[in-house]
């Protein structure tokens, strides 16, 4: 039992000659199967087959070839206890010390278009995590490799000391059971979204680090960046960054909320954000002429904000963001003009999305200390709604065209929540109020004179006519808001007053 034995089975080949080159060199036998057998033959690396260490042949279209004792004995063996040693010298078995292994390619397979069910499920791998799962359950005397990125250090540790240090061990097996799971987790959501199932007895998830992060929402918090596996491409997860410093905690989360209100539009339109509130919406004829109504919105607030625009920034609009601070811009693209000019900020971050509309099956996760809360995404807009109009004025075209705007811009901001808008830009926003009249307010007080004719939206119902008041006695003239309060009496007769015209919706859009 004097010389070392490691097991080589992988699909993603990547370095894998050189590896078992070294190994080799290193005095080990190399056990391995299938197309990592092959491609290791083909280099003159010499190979001892599966079925030789087993005497019993590959199975069931190669379903069956590692799950025998003769492997998993060599794998959980204690090399340190006699017994254990005893008993796989009776048994003809022979210890194996490395394993290196990753697993068939089950998202890669699922991530294609069209596959059929049957693909997915034979990408499911049997043999490779139980190889992985035993090696690293005994990796006080098994060192496991699943990621070719830690090929080096192990080859370092094995020329320096003829072993691998048991903390590089017990790490490199915490990286296994890692990976096992998230593998798990995603067979798991395959499989659960086959079925249907929408909130499963077990909820597992698994994310993909994208990047480590100096520090979180305030600087004595620890932070990274976790990435959905086969997530929505529309997403900063996915967002391709052309210039600027690294993102924030705080820009990734102003980002994201930015990206969730342009995706509400099909005109262009230009969003500006600040504290994952909207401070401006605009939408125009041009990406220039709706991010113009976007700043005029609030001039003030825009600054050091995030803007997404869901059209190419061109010269004439870069222009103009360039005349103010921006944390952000992101678009599906910037012309080589727009490059030319907003690059001369060194520090603005400008990243490209690809806005394509999905139907992914994401939920919306929210961690509580101890718990978590999961629910699907508000996507609902007026087309889901039933609609009412229990005043005695209707609204007129352009008050329609206005109360849709308000509609979309007032589910995004943080309840309660009050939009004010024309029908091409928002004028006010009252945000995460602790009572609706209080949002009223802040909303038309920052709509000022341009509230005479606006519209105003609500995320939520009036629970008194107070908010009517208000807003009647600043001007405007339409109101949206989803109804159901039993003193929605009370509100209609008040909008009845002013000559107000209002819509019912039937639909909440609580944001907290």
Same mark, same amino acid.
């Given at each position: 039992?004097?010389?070392?034995?490691?097991?080589?089975?992988? @699909?993603?080949?990547?370095?894998?000659?050189?590896?078992?080159?070294?190994?080799?060199?290193?005095?080990?036998?190399?056990?391995?199967?299938?197309?990592?057998? &092959?491609?290791?033959?083909?280099?003159?690396?010499?190979?001892?087959?599966?079925?030789?260490?087993?005497?019993?042949?590959?199975?069931?279209?190669?379903?069956?070839?590692?799950?025998?004792?003769?492997?998993?004995?060599?794998?959980?063996?204690?090399?340190?206890?006699?017994?254990?040693? &005893?008993?796989?010298? /009776?048994?003809?078995?022979?210890?194996?010390?490395?394993?290196?292994?990753?697993?068939?390619?089950?998202?890669?397979?699922?991530?294609?278009?069209?596959? @059929?069910?049957? /693909?997915?499920?034979?990408?499911?791998?049997?043999?490779?995590?139980?190889?992985?799962?035993?090696?690293?359950?005994?990796? #006080?005397?098994?060192?496991?490799?699943?990621?070719?990125?830690?090929?080096?250090?192990?080859?370092?540790?094995?020329?320096?000391?003829?072993?691998?240090?048991?903390?590089?061990?017990?790490?490199?097996?915490?990286?296994?059971?890692?990976?096992?799971?998230?593998?798990?987790?995603?067979?798991? /959501?395959?499989?659960? &979204?086959?079925?249907?199932?929408?909130?499963?007895?077990?909820?597992?998830?698994?994310?993909?680090?994208?990047?480590?992060?100096?520090?979180?929402?305030?600087?004595?918090?620890?932070?990274?960046?976790?990435?959905?596996?086969?997530?929505?491409?529309?997403?900063?997860?996915?967002?391709?960054?052309?210039?600027?410093?690294?993102? @924030?905690? &705080?820009?990734?989360?102003?980002?994201?909320?930015?990206?969730?209100?342009?995706?509400?539009?099909?005109?262009?339109?230009?969003?500006?954000?600040?504290?994952?509130?909207?401070?401006?919406?605009?939408?125009?004829?041009?990406?220039?002429?709706?991010?113009?109504?976007?700043?005029?919105?609030?001039?003030?607030?825009?600054?050091?904000?995030?803007?997404?625009?869901?059209?190419?920034?061109?010269?004439?609009?870069?222009?103009?963001?360039?005349?103010?601070?921006?944390?952000?811009?992101?678009?599906?693209?910037?012309?080589?003009?727009?490059?030319?000019?907003?690059?001369?900020?060194?520090?603005?971050?400008?990243?490209?999305?690809?806005?394509?509309?999905?139907?992914?099956? /994401?939920?919306?996760?929210?961690?509580?200390?101890?718990?978590?809360?999961? #629910?699907?995404?508000?996507?609902?807009?007026?087309?889901?709604?039933?609609?009412?109009?229990?005043?005695?004025?209707?609204?007129?075209?352009?008050?329609?065209?206005?109360?849709?705007?308000?509609?979309?811009?007032?589910?995004?901001?943080? @309840?309660?929540?009050?939009?004010?808008?024309?029908?091409?830009?928002?004028?006010?926003?009252?945000?995460?109020?602790?009572?609706?009249?209080?949002?009223?307010?802040?909303?038309?007080?920052?709509?000022?004179?341009?509230?005479?004719?606006?519209?105003?939206?609500?995320?939520?119902?009036?629970?008194?006519?107070?908010?009517?008041?208000?807003?009647?006695?600043?001007?405007?003239?339409?109101?949206?808001?989803?109804?159901?309060?039993?003193?929605?009496?009370?509100?209609?007769?008040?909008?009845?007053?002013?000559?107000?015209?209002?819509?019912?919706?039937?639909?909440?859009?609580?944001?907290?």
């Amino acid at each position: 039992m004097s010389k070392k034995r490691a097991l080589i089975s992988v @699909s993603d080949k990547t370095g894998i000659v050189d590896f078992a080159k070294e190994l080799v060199e290193l005095g080990f036998e190399i056990i391995s199967t299938g197309g990592t057998s &092959n491609a290791l033959i083909e280099a003159g690396i010499p190979v001892i087959g599966i079925s030789d260490i087993t005497g019993f042949p590959e199975i069931l279209d190669g379903r069956v070839k590692t799950l025998h004792p003769a492997i998993h004995g060599g794998l959980l063996a204690k090399l340190d206890e006699a017994e254990h040693v &005893n008993q796989i010298e /009776e048994h003809g078995i022979s210890p194996i010390h490395l394993v290196c292994v990753n697993l068939y390619p089950f998202k890669e397979t699922i991530s294609k278009p069209n596959v @059929s069910v049957e /693909e997915a499920i034979e990408n499911i791998d049997i043999g490779g995590p139980s190889m992985l799962r035993s090696a690293a359950k005994n990796h #006080q005397h098994v060192t496991v490799v699943v990621d070719p990125t830690d090929y080096t250090v192990v080859l370092d540790e094995l020329k320096k000391n003829g072993e691998t240090q048991i903390s590089t061990r017990r790490r490199l097996a915490a990286k296994v059971f890692r990976h096992t799971a998230g593998y798990d987790a995603l067979i798991a /959501e395959y499989m659960t &979204n086959l079925t249907g199932e929408v909130f499963p007895e077990k909820l597992t998830v698994t994310y993909e680090l994208q990047q480590s992060l100096r520090y979180g929402e305030n600087p004595h918090q620890h932070a990274a960046f976790y990435k959905k596996p086969l997530g929505s491409s529309f997403s900063i997860a996915n967002a391709s960054q052309l210039h600027g410093k690294e993102l @924030s905690y &705080n820009n990734i989360n102003d980002a994201a909320s930015a990206l969730s209100i342009v995706e509400e539009f099909n005109e262009p339109a230009a969003v500006a954000v600040k504290h994952m509130n909207p401070c401006g919406v605009g939408i125009g004829k041009t990406i220039f002429d709706a991010y113009a109504k976007a700043f005029e919105a609030d001039p003030v607030s825009i600054f050091g904000g995030i803007v997404a625009l869901n059209r190419e920034v061109d010269e004439q609009t870069a222009k103009k963001l360039h005349e103010i601070f921006l944390e952000i811009i992101i678009a599906p693209s910037f012309s080589k003009e727009a490059l030319n000019i907003l690059t001369t900020k060194k520090n603005i971050r400008l990243l490209t999305v690809p806005f394509t509309k999905e139907n992914k099956n /994401e939920f919306r996760l929210t961690s509580i200390e101890g718990g978590l809360l999961v #629910q699907d995404y508000d996507r609902a807009g007026l087309d889901e709604a039933t609609i009412t109009i229990p005043t005695k004025r209707k609204p007129t075209e352009e008050e329609w065209e206005a109360l849709k705007l308000g509609w979309k811009v007032v589910k995004h901001v943080k @309840s309660n929540a009050i939009v004010v808008t024309s029908k091409d830009s928002t004028l006010g926003v009252g945000a995460g109020q602790m009572n609706r009249v209080g949002a009223a307010k802040i909303a038309l007080d920052q709509a000022g004179k341009k509230a005479q004719g606006a519209v105003l939206a609500s995320d939520a119902f009036f629970p008194m006519d107070d908010t009517v008041e208000a807003a009647g006695q600043a001007g405007i003239t339409a109101i949206i808001q989803p109804g159901g309060s039993v003193k929605d009496a009370d509100s209609i007769k008040k909008a009845d007053e002013y000559g107000i015209a209002m819509v019912f919706t039937g639909i909440r859009h609580f944001k907290h």
